[in-house]
């Protein structure tokens, strides 16, 4: 049972490239998100997914899209890349829209854009 | 506006001690209190949950407290080992949403 498995691990781009970072999980979770976390500025919601087939904006948005397709896999994608977008991405689902339902976290993608 | 503070200074203790880390929060009614440990290079892992209507919550040498008046929540690590180091964050849930609000998390370094 791998949980939530993000790849890749690293990533260097240049400003101006695109990438997609792809998020999966095993356990059949509803719920999956994507944040990205900064120093000093803690974890930051950029999209999120209640189901197969639908995403909504989180707080940080902008020069992102996302994709649900299959409902195990929850994809980020930057179109033009800035060195703003410098970052480590974490992805993460949840069984439940309840309160009580923890976040299953990967390890998350490292990102530099130069 | 919406805040959550966790104090952003390391927090040094001896082994042994306990440990005791600060959630404090502002504008929000948050319905349910996470914490989460992560250590570095890894994604935060779920430790305790606590409900608006909890006074306290315990799990082995963890221990979480809940004061809604204060809007405040404490968590404290008991007989601290070094392995506690990491670095520990609140997350906020509110009835309604999809969505957590975590703070910034807060360095714990145990020192042997």
């Known amino acids: 049972n791998a949980g939530v498995t993000q790849t890749p691990k690293f990533r260097v781009l240049k400003t101006g490239q695109s990438m997609t970072l792809l998020c999966a999980q095993d356990?059949?979770?509803?719920?999956m998100y994507w944040y990205r976390q900064d120093p000093g500025m803690g974890l930051r919601l950029i999209h999120y997914?209640?189901?197969?087939?639908?995403?909504a904006k989180g707080e940080v948005p902008d020069g992102y899209n996302v994709s649900r397709l299959k409902k195990q896999n929850f994809l980020l994608g930057l179109e033009s890349a800035a060195p703003s977008q410098t970052s480590v991405y974490f992805c993460?689902?949840?069984?439940?829209?309840?309160?009580?339902?923890?976040?299953?976290f990967g390890n998350g993608t490292r990102l530099t854009v130069t | 506006s919406q805040k959550i503070e966790q104090n952003s200074e390391a927090l040094n203790i001896q082994e042994g001690k306990t440990a005791t880390l600060t959630c404090n929060y502002t504008?929000?009614?948050?319905?349910?209190l996470q914490w989460y440990r992560q250590d570095p290079g890894r994604g935060p892992v779920f430790l305790l949950l606590i409900r608006e209507n909890e006074k306290e919550k315990r799990k082995e040498r963890l221990k979480v407290t809940f004061d809604t008046t204060l809007k405040q929540s404490l968590f404290h690590i008991t007989a601290s080992q070094p392995a506690d180091s990491a670095t520990y964050l609140c997350?906020?849930?509110?009835?309604?949403?999809?969505?957590?609000?975590f703070g910034t998390g807060t360095r714990l370094k145990v020192l042997a």
């Open positions: 504008n929000y009614s948050p319905a349910y």
């Open positions: 993460a689902s949840r069984q439940t829209v309840r309160g009580d339902s923890p976040l299953h």
């Open positions: 356990m059949n979770h509803e719920y």
């Open positions: 997350a906020l849930h509110t009835s309604g949403t999809y969505k957590y609000i």
């Open positions: 997914s209640v189901g197969e087939g639908t995403t």
